[in-house]
Nanobody, 126 residues
């Protein structure tokens, strides 16, 4: 699978951004998807996950209530709507696909990942 993330940029604290992740190469709708991020000097961390059909979602506590993951299987694309952004949300954001077909549950951590996309940088200024 090939994953292409886009939509990052510079935004002021309190603002919003929407990231996109376009997938190709295998049946997109068969796999759970997720977003991770990595800040400078820190380990990559889980942000949000969504199940193969988009019914189930799961979020890190740090973004719950502010970020929303969604997907459009007809367009082979996943999204991350990020609202009320904070400077601590500054990171490179990566999209990921699950490793098991038709698992039915969202990605919830690194152990669920089967493929990575390249990152897109999000910078939140104070």
């Amino acid at each position: 699978v090939q994953l292409q993330a886009s939509g990052g940029g510079l935004v002021q604290a309190g603002g919003s951004l929407r990231l996109s992740c376009a997938a190709s190469g295998r049946t997109f709708s068969a796999y759970a998807m997720g977003w991770f991020r990595q800040a400078p000097g820190k380990e990559r961390e889980f942000v949000a996950g969504i199940s193969d059909l988009g019914i189930g979602t799961y979020y890190a506590d740090s973004v719950k209530g502010r970020f929303t993951a969604s997907r459009d299987n007809a367009k082979n694309t996943m999204y991350l709507q990020m609202n009320s952004l904070k400077p601590e949300d500054t990171a490179v954001y990566y999209c990921a696909a699950g490793s098991i077909r038709f698992k039915g549950t969202p990605i919830t951590g690194l152990r669920d990942v089967g493929a990575w996309g390249q990152g897109t940088l999000v910078t939140v200024s104070s």
